[in-house]
């Protein structure tokens, strides 16, 4: 989904359909405008997900204020 038309407040909307994703191994989100509070979303709801190797959020504006979704 990268370079995706911004998808800002739909961070939820991904988020919560995450779960049907049981095998995602890379989400790419590089460039899509998403914020601190979508980035908290979109953590919270890739930690279950085990297989994950890769996740590609560059281009966006994240701070480390967020990064406290991740552990």
């Known amino acids: 989904?990268?370079?995706s038309p911004p998808i800002g407040a739909g961070c939820s909307i991904v988020a919560n359909?995450?779960?049907m994703?049981?095998?995602l191994m890379e989400i790419h989100l590089?460039?899509?405008e998403i914020k601190d509070?979508?980035?908290k979303?979109?953590?919270k709801a890739l930690i279950p997900h085990q297989e994950l190797h890769i996740v590609n959020f560059d281009s966006n504006d994240?701070?480390?204020g967020c990064l406290?979704?991740?552990y």
């Open 1 to 3: 989904m990268s370079d």
């Open 17 to 19: 359909n995450l779960f």
């Open 21 to 23: 994703c049981s095998k």
């Open 30 to 32: 590089a460039n899509c």
């Open 37 to 39: 509070s979508g980035a």
């Open 41 to 43: 979303l979109l953590f």
């Open 62 to 64: 994240i701070g480390d």
């Open 68 to 70: 406290d979704a991740v």
